[in-house]
């Protein structure tokens, strides 16, 4: 049987958004699973060096026409968020925190994670905000604001973190499909050959 | 009529050159013409402050798997170059001494540069290689050789890449269809999208 495909992401990333809305029915249709891994570009942009993205001169500004021109292109729902980027360590936590218990349901929890921020525009470094997402779709408010506190959810998420960094991961989305990676949304097309072709 | 698709690139870039290979083709498909644009993306590095990207930590050696990986993608011969990145300024220089002479010549020029350095590994930094170059499609080598050495050539090349900055140009490729930027090679099928569509 074969690996699954690894999905590293930033929930601040648009491009991991839009890829995030894509990944699983793509790799489904060659009947392969995606394990889904947040983590902090934070971490990444440290060790590249890079700034953020939008921030840079000329670069940026095209960045915020391709976000959106993008989502078109992919059909996904867009609009740019007020306040970007985020801090996203409390949702990636929180994703952690549910996978232990429920992959599926994290999973779900993830991408209201990601159609809040980028859809609706919703503050997800928001604790309450964070909370109330998790309530909606069955978590136990109390419990998980209670795991987001905790040093063991802190380690976790950094050691996830450091072990994304140990593979090469500087970006989001990275995907890497038996162990071939791929660096942004728009390397899609470029997985689909991979996984109809076993490699090219 | 509609205006020319611009074509901006690098004659030292990788995603460039692959560029190159598809641009023309592509337009063609849509009644379009290409004006191809040799600029130094070193100018356009330093108005961003990013570092070569072969020379980033993480980035870099996954840039060297994907530009091969691209190539193959995109079945375009392709093989990394021992002395990489070049210094590009005679490669563009001459390309705009032929283009101001006749345009056609200086585009099957610019692809002679690009596959003597992608494919066959030639140092076309050096002037006697790109004089060769020229020499074997018809040129008059004392005739480049001369305007090379020239003022007028330098500052044309100096005004080109001024002209592409001011016009948000950053790297290579950056091609522009009726006013809409597109960055790098992986927006080819957006390019197309948008030719089919009139934009979307």
Known sequence: MPQPIEFYFDFT????YLASEKIDELAARFQRQVKWRPFLMGVALQATGAPVLTKVPLK????LRDF????????VPYAHPAR???ATQAAARAYYWWHDRDCQAARTFAHSVFRAYFVEGSDVSDLGVL??????LGADR???SAALQSQALKDRLKAECEAAIARGVFGSPYIIVDGEPFFGVDRLPQVEHWLASGGF
């Open 68 to 75: 959106a021109r993008s989502a078109r292109f992919l059909q």
């Open 142 to 144: 109390d419990e998980l």
């Open 13 to 16: 990333s648009p491009y991991g």
């Open 60 to 63: 940026g500004d095209y960045a």
């Open 84 to 86: 970007f980027p985020l």
């Open 131 to 136: 909370l109330e997402l998790a309530e909606r």
